[in-house]
């Protein structure tokens, strides 16, 4: 019943940004959350960052605390991700996804996925 649309990926070298965004389209409610994963080559999808329907909370992997901001803007149904200081291990596919008003990082607790945008991230 929701569809995302997701973009901003592209290819940048090590040290540089790319702001991700992501917006629902459809029979969707402004408490749920909405979050970010990515699955890079040869791993298993992973969890990235996520930000509950207030903004309030946000959440982030270990892996890019400190680099990454995760924000929404609530009127457009949109979700934000700002990448900065990105590694080259950070190459991915970024999905985003919209989730209950407590999702948190599990893929689980996540019911709707955009169809994914790439991130490539040069030595």
């Known amino acids: 019943q929701v569809q995302l649309v997701a973009s901003g990926g592209g290819l940048v070298q090590a040290g540089g940004s790319l702001r991700l965004s992501c917006s629902a389209r459809?029979?969707?409610?402004?408490?749920?959350?909405m979050g970010w994963f990515r699955h890079a080559p040869g791993k298993e999808r992973e969890f990235a960052a996520a930000i509950n329907w207030s903004g309030g909370w946000t959440y982030y992997a270990d892996s890019v605390k400190g680099r990454f901001t995760i924000f929404r803007d609530n009127a457009k149904n949109t979700v934000y991700l700002q990448m900065n200081n990105l590694k080259p291990e950070d190459t991915a596919v970024y999905y985003c996804?919209?989730?209950?008003?407590?999702?948190?990082?599990?893929?689980?607790?996540?019911?709707?996925w955009g169809q994914g945008t790439q991130v490539t991230v040069s030595s």
């Open positions: 996804a919209v989730g209950g008003p407590y999702a948190s990082m599990a893929i689980y607790e996540y019911s709707y």
């Open positions: 459809g029979r969707t409610s402004s408490t749920n959350t």
